[in-house]
């Protein structure tokens, strides 16, 4: 059993593409080819007495759901806090891993967990659930969508050219391309060479129109390919780009619509007794029944405007700002805030059973060190 082992597990649950443009999801130190001796400690935060549990654990690995390392570092020395904990990681032999944002929005990952704790715990209220910013996926074979029109005596040579050149790929599908015939028209000027028809006569020829996905990569020399393999000397060429495809399951945040409606009071117990915290904010817009609620682990304002737009009535998530929760409220968005790692910690155990089910033999242990740093008095 390798590190890399370890790797293909938790990006099996919590692909790398999931994650937000500005995260640090990944290996953050180690060896994907080290053997992976010993335990795998999981942790939100990765601190000195986290490192030093793991240590005394004997393992061999630790999954920080929160990057050690969000911003590029000149030097990792003992002069600063992030420098002492990577060096006591390294000096353990630790190889560590983030998940994080790509852990939120996989499907069945931290936020879905998170939104679990909205229903009644009898089962009997269901919901119907999205993501509240959908993932955009898009194979990089389909980037772009190449156009060109071919008399049909030359379709096959000229798909067949594009092919080899990278074209027409979609999954595990080659050649793949769409043709629908019709006819153009061209006017050949005075130095025009034509392939077909005369110089200064209308022309009008049977054509087929034919489509093929491209990548960006691939696209220059398919270009070039499909110049040199088309017969006309100036060949008609569109070049399309494609959006991606949003993946409902999957993506930043949740929303709710409750097949029951409740009160905003209900739904924070429901937090409460679900996160097993001893309070939760509350900041009500309306004291009307609600049905359709947003869900963000963490530090959810960036979503919660989102959520309003998306006409959820509530906003469940670990921490806001003021002025933000106030501009929340203006907006008719009500506001529950259970604390940034309390809405984070309880999905950890979840986690470590998925990932014992994709390795067996590997003990997963979750820290018993790793709390927020905030304590209510």
């Not at 996989?106 to 999205?130: F, I």
């Not at 499909?226 to 494609?242: G, K, M, N, V």
């Not at 939760?280 to 609600?290: C, E, I, N, R, W």
């Amino acid at each position: 059993m390798l590190i890399k082992d370890l790797i293909d597990a938790i990006e099996s649950i919590a692909p790398p593409r999931y994650a937000e443009e500005w995260d640090n999801v990944g290996l953050i130190v180690g060896d994907p080819g080290r053997e992976l001796r010993g335990p795998v400690l999981l942790t939100i935060d990765l601190t000195e007495a986290v490192v030093g549990e793991a240590r005394d654990l004997g393992a061999a690995a630790v999954i920080s759901y929160h990057p050690p390392l969000f911003s590029p570092q000149r030097r990792i020395t003992s002069a600063t806090p992030t420098g002492r904990v990577l060096l006591a990681a390294i000096e353990a032999g630790l190889a560590i891993y983030s998940p994080h944002t790509a852990l939120d929005a996989a499907p069945g990952g931290m936020t879905d967990w998170l939104a679990d704790g909205l229903m009644d715990r009898t089962g009997v209220v269901k919901a119907d659930r999205r993501a509240l910013r959908p993932h955009i996926s898009r194979r990089e074979t389909e980037q772009v969508k190449i156009v060109t029109f071919v008399p049909e005596v030359s379709l096959d040579q000229v798909r067949s050219a594009l092919a080899t050149a990278g074209a027409g790929t979609i999954g595990e599908y080659e050649v793949c391309s769409f043709g629908i015939q019709g006819v153009g028209t061209f006017l050949a000027g005075a130095k025009a060479a034509p392939a077909v028809g005369e110089v200064g006569r209308l022309e009008r020829v049977p054509e087929v129109r034919l489509e093929m996905v491209c990548s960006r990569r691939a696209l220059p020399i398919a270009i070039e390919t499909l110049r040199q393999f088309h017969p006309y000397e100036e060949p008609a060429i569109d070049i399309y780009d494609l959006l991606g495809r949003p993946e409902r399951g999957a993506g930043a945040g949740r929303r709710l619509v409750l097949d029951r409606p409740t009160t905003v009071e209900k739904l924070a117990e429901r937090v409460k007794s679900y996160l097993k915290v001893p309070g939760v904010y509350v900041a009500k817009a309306s004291d009307k029944p609600v049905n359709t609620v947003g869900v963000c682990p963490g530090s959810g304002a960036e979503l919660a405007t989102v959520a309003r737009a998306e006409n959820c009535e509530v906003f469940v998530t670990g921490e806001m700002k003021h002025h933000d929760i106030l501009a929340a409220v203006e907006a008719g968005l009500s506001i529950i805030t259970a604390g940034h790692t309390s809405t984070e910690r309880g999905y950890l155990p979840s986690l470590a059973a998925r990932l014992a089910e994709r390795l067996e033999g590997v003990r997963f242990e979750v820290s018993s060190v790793d709390k927020s740093p905030l304590a209510l008095m």
